[in-house]
């Protein structure tokens, strides 16, 4: 609720870090800027922070200013230029900004840049391409109206993480743009905009990802919306092998595609997430590729894969299979009734997975060797079905915000049982013949 601050800060000649996030501040005082050993000012989310005086260039020494999310905020000063020593500037969800200083390029020690969520800046200063010293380039937005172009990509050899924004407004299609990005280890490919149905559309969104190929030391992918049907060459079952730096892969909100890339050769993968990909009905040997499978994944997830109803694992004698999975998380897959896994893991079952409370789900003997599973927010779920009762090594049970749930089977193997939230929930303890641990919260129907 702080308001204001004293004019007797200036007084603190030796101060480095000033953090003064989530102030009701509007305007910062003059005093604030006689700091000459301030080395980082962080201001998140002081959002009625209206401007940054032109005053801010005192502060010489200034490495790392943090403004996300000073949402009123809608221009930087034009002296914030002759912070010679600026390392990282943070604007991320700054909405109403409008644009930054034309003289980037002055920035000679900026490392990091950070624009995510800034809707309303429309360019991004000429010559950025110059700020040869960038690692981070996060939330910029591609377009071909005073926007950036991919181009402009290739003169940044040093960049460690890019996100990219609206890749749909791009025209440009050349290949390679980012091959000779060999420190890049964080790639994030964000496609925008309504869903349409225009072939011209996935054709093109497909030309734009052949050409982002990132080099082989790549450490963690994310795509994001994107509108084309198939992947493109770089991401092939034979050419994905190649990827062995990789450690995590999001593909989110893939409409359009019908089939998953062999991500299961990749030899270092850790954790998946794969999200609304509507069109995916089955998974089975095209998305495991050659070799083991997953031999380093621990977490996988998949969320809002509507049409999902079979997982079916590879027949191949003497081929190892998730055998370092530790975290399988189901969240809004409604219509799987198959899994075919053997393996030790917890599986987290999270919201619409209707099918899997049902008689359609004929897979809980496949999942015998299961020690953990947590339900959170199934409302569908009336009782734990009797299938439940073959995971003979099921020793822990998380139930979580499940409003219709109201009453358990009795699974001879638990020895801890949590639950939270469950208003209708009752259920015969003395069933529970091996409880070593048990917790109970807001479930007033259960009288202990």
């Known amino acids: 609720m702080i308001q204001s601050l ?16 989530k102030l009701e501040i509007e305007l910062l005082p003059k005093s604030l800027f006689d700091l000459p050993n301030l080395r980082i000012l962080s201001l998140l989310h002081c959002k009625n922070l209206q401007k940054i005086p032109e ?21 930087l000063p034009r002296s914030i230029t002759r912070l010679k020593n600026l390392e990282e500037l943070n604007v991320e969800g700054c909405c109403f900004l409008r644009k930054l200083p034309e003289d980037l390029v002055s920035f000679k020690s900026l490392r990091i840049l950070n624009v995510a969520g800034c809707a309303s800046l429309s360019q991004i200063p000429h010559g950025i391409e110059q700020s ?11 377009g071909v109206n005073e926007g950036f172009e991919l181009t402009q990509l290739q003169a940044l050899t040093n960049l460690h993480e890019l996100r990219l924004r609206n890749i749909e407004r791009t025209e ?19 496609w925008g905009g309504e869903e349409k149905k225009e072939s011209s559309e996935s054709t ?24 084309g049907v198939e992947f493109p060459t770089w991401m092939s079952k034979q050419q994905l092998a190649g990827f062995n730096s990789l450690v995590e892969v999001r593909l989110i909100n893939l409409k359009r595609c019908a089939t998953l890339p062999s991500l299961g050769q990749l030899a270092n993968l850790g ?24 031999p380093m994944l621990t977490e996988l997830t998949f969320s809002e894969m509507l049409a999902l109803e079979k997982w079916y694992m590879p027949k191949r004698k003497y081929i190892r299979y998730f055998s370092k999975l530790r ?10 009734k198959e899994i075919n896994l053997f393996m030790d893991a917890a599986i987290r079952i999270w ?15 496949n999942l015998q060797n299961i020690q953990i599973i947590e339900i959170v927010g199934c409302q569908e779920l009336r009782c734990l079905p009797q299938g439940m009762q073959r995971l003979k090594r099921l020793y822990k049970m998380i139930i979580n915000s499940c409003n219709n749930l109201t009453t358990l089977v009795a699974l001879d193997s638990l020895e801890e049982l949590n639950i939270y939230a469950c208003p209708v929930l009752a259920f015969n303890l003395a069933a529970f013949t091996k409880l070593r641990t048990l917790t109970i919260k807001g479930c007033p129907k259960m009288q202990m």
């Open 172 to 190: 440009e299609t050349q290949t390679e743009v980012l091959m000779g990005q060999q420190s890049l280890w964080d790639l994030s490919l964000h």
């Open 132 to 142: 040869i010293g960038l690692r981070k380039l996060s939330g910029i937005f591609v």
């Open 55 to 75: 005053r801010i260039h005192k502060l010489k020494k200034l490495q790392i200013l943090k403004l996300a999310y000073c949402t009123k905020l809608q221009q």
């Open 6 to 21: 004293p004019n007797e800060i200036s007084k603190l000649v030796s101060l480095r870090y000033l953090h003064l996030s």
């Open 327 to 336: 975290q399988l998380s189901l969240i809004q897959c409604p219509k799987l």
């Open 351 to 365: 919201l619409n997975n209707e099918t899997i409370w049902s008689v359609k789900f004929c897979s809980w003997h």
């Open 204 to 227: 093109t969104s497909l030309q734009v990802l052949e050409a982002l190929r990132p080099s082989l030391q790549l450490k963690r992918l994310e795509i994001i919306s994107y509108k």
């Open 271 to 294: 954790k998946l997430e794969i999200s609304g990909m509507d069109l995916i009905t089955h998974l089975d040997d095209a998305f495991y590729g050659d070799g083991d499978i997953f």
